[in-house]
């Protein structure tokens, strides 16, 4: 067993327990922490397959913006266990389903070799940036799907914009505009009076 | 040097690259923590001077040996973990604010050959290890079970998420004007130039052209480390002591361990990413890694200089500043470089 085959099983091992722990823990903080961790690994395991580019994106985006979000809201709620564990085995039936399915499209995806649908070889020429190519083939074969895929995030940014709008404020607040831009002589007056005897 | 390299071979056979790059982490980490440790010295000096102080000036000359001094006792200290914490959160936070702080030097070139990891995608690398140091202060704040600690930490979340975006695309600028995302090859573009044929090679680093993005990049970098003035997360007039009110002793020093760290890490890329790295200013001196040790010093001292100067932001006015100016004028001024580089102005082929 070469070093490679050694690291992806470490990292293999590590994912698949933080991803267990995502749905087994029984603390909201604790399950999005390991949600992190499972990100982290996945990052490790795509720059193992020499795909920096995706291994730092997923970093970048994933940990280091979504789930700091994620974490944020988790934080807030106040989730009560008990009432979630309530409708167990009444949802047991519909998620074994899902699941099932789940499994049998990951199962043909990766067994596509055995259903003989050809995969694709990537082998990775030296001396070429991963990052450089994806963003030349971004720009130029790809740039109506990638526009296409900015407008939708834009146009979901400003849903969720405008479905948690909730009209003018009615209560008074201060402007940090206005305020940022007073002189001090619009607040104080220096007066020059005479020194008054009596 | 291929001295060495044999002698090591020789020691410990195959795993003498493992023991080599260790060594090196070595070599940049116990310099780093020792720069950390005089980094505090310096602060406590200059304020005190900037104030009318003398400043610390008991243990040593000139209170030289005050941060060993501070650091053992720090050390000696019992770590309280308040009966109400989440113990094993409460215990790892620390170590997942200092971890990025270090981790992102692997990729800081010293000079053309002192460099850890020279990869290619070293500016995404920093990019991706620094987005996650806010995790530490976020998770302390939530583990300590303190409604202080909490608001400190929820504040510095929505701060430095905000700040990340700005300082995004001003490192954006410069991967665009030196066409590469290696740090090394981010300061080689910086070499050349009309300033720098004429031997004024100070004009033609990056500040100048992208000077917007210099000044955005620089006040995102003290918002980012959580600096006055923009410390609201520790906010002690207001939420006592913010992320890590509940910490003591050694866990606590971790936290001003990763939060100085971040320091020298924002004004060592500061300097890599608009000063010219090791270059040096005038033609007729030559580069070397001199250069780069005194440009992160002056930045240190503008951040010194920050918190002894300026009164601590209100929390929306420094919202305000984060999303509706500076990623405006980082928008505004990404078109421009662009538009710039397709014209025949163009300064950077």
Redesign the interface.
Same mark, same amino acid.
């Given at each position: 067993m070469d070093f490679q085959t050694l690291v992806f099983f470490f990292l293999s091992a590590i994912l698949i327990v933080a991803s267990l722990r995502v749905i087994t823990a029984r603390n909201p903080v604790h399950a999005a922490l390991h949600l992190i961790l499972a990100f982290f690994t996945c990052g490790g395991i795509w720059a193992l397959l020499q795909a920096e580019f995706l291994a730092i994106a997923i970093i970048l985006v994933y940990v280091g913006a979504v789930m700091v979000l994620f974490l944020f809201v988790v934080m807030m709620l106040d989730i009560n266990m008990d009432r979630i564990r309530q409708g167990f085995w009444n949802y047991l039936p519909l998620g074994a389903i899902l699941g099932l399915l789940m499994v049998l499209e990951m199962g043909l995806v990766l067994g596509s070799k055995y259903f003989q649908v050809p995969a694709a070889d990537a082998i990775v020429p030296a001396g070429i940036s991963n990052t450089k190519s994806i963003g030349a083939l971004m720009f130029s074969e790809y740039v109506y799907p990638f526009e296409l895929a900015s407008i939708v995030l834009l146009v979901g940014m400003i849903a969720a914009i405008v479905l948690t709008y909730r009209g003018p404020k009615k209560t008074k607040y201060t402007n940090p505009n206005q305020q940022v831009f007073v002189k001090a002589k619009d607040r104080v007056r220096v007066l020059q009076m005479p020194v008054e005897k009596d | 040097m291929d001295a060495l390299m044999n002698f090591g071979q020789g020691i410990f056979g195959g795993i003498w690259p493992a023991v080599w790059t260790l060594l090196k982490i070595v070599l940049i980490v116990a310099p780093l923590m020792l720069s950390i440790a005089y980094l505090t010295w310096a602060e406590r000096k200059v304020i005190g001077y900037m104030q009318v102080r003398i400043g610390p000036n008991r243990v040593g000359p000139w209170g030289l040996i005050q941060p060993i001094a501070d650091g053992l006792k720090l050390l000696m200290k019992e770590i309280v973990v308040p009966s109400g914490a989440?113990k094993a *959160?409460f215990i790892i936070a620390p170590m997942l604010a200092i971890a990025p702080a270090l981790a992102a030097w692997a990729v800081v070139p010293f000079n053309d050959t002192l460099v850890l990891a020279n990869? %290619? /995608?070293s500016l $995404?690398?920093i990019? /991706? *290890?620094t987005?996650?140091g806010?995790?530490g202060i *976020? $998770?302390s704040g939530?583990a300590s079970n303190s409604k202080y600690a909490?608001l400190g930490?929820?504040r510095a979340? /929505?701060q430095?998420?905000s700040y990340?975006i700005s300082m995004g695309f001003a490192l954006i600028c410069v991967l665009m004007v030196s066409n590469s $995302?290696n740090l090394v090859d981010i300061v080689h573009a910086q070499e050349q130039g009309r300033f720098a044929s004429w031997g004024v090679s100070f004009l033609s680093w990056n500040w100048l052209p992208l000077l917007p993005m210099f000044l955005v990049y620089l006040i995102s970098g003290v918002a980012e480390t959580n600096r006055a003035p923009f410390d609201v997360c520790e906010g002690e007039s207001e939420i006592v002591a913010g992320f890590h009110v509940e910490y003591s002793g050694m866990a606590f020093a971790v936290f001003f361990l990763a939060e100085y760290g971040n320091m020298i890490l924002v004004s060592t890329l500061t300097s890599i990413m608009f000063l010219g790295g090791w270059l040096s200013p005038v033609g007729f001196l030559p580069d070397g890694i001199l250069w780069l040790f005194a440009k992160v010093a002056a930045i240190l001292f503008l951040f010194l200089w920050f918190r002894a100067t300026f009164p601590r932001y =209100?929390y %929306?006015?420094l919202m =305000?500043l984060g999303w509706?100016v500076f990623v405006p004028v980082c928008l505004i001024w990404l078109v421009v470089v662009g538009v710039w580089m397709m014209s025949p102005l163009n300064i950077w082929n």
């Open positions: - | 989440n *959160i990869i %290619d /995608a $995404l690398y990019m /991706a *290890i987005s996650m806010v995790y *976020i $998770l939530w909490f930490a929820m979340a /929505a430095m998420v990340e $995302l =209100r %929306d006015q =305000r509706k």
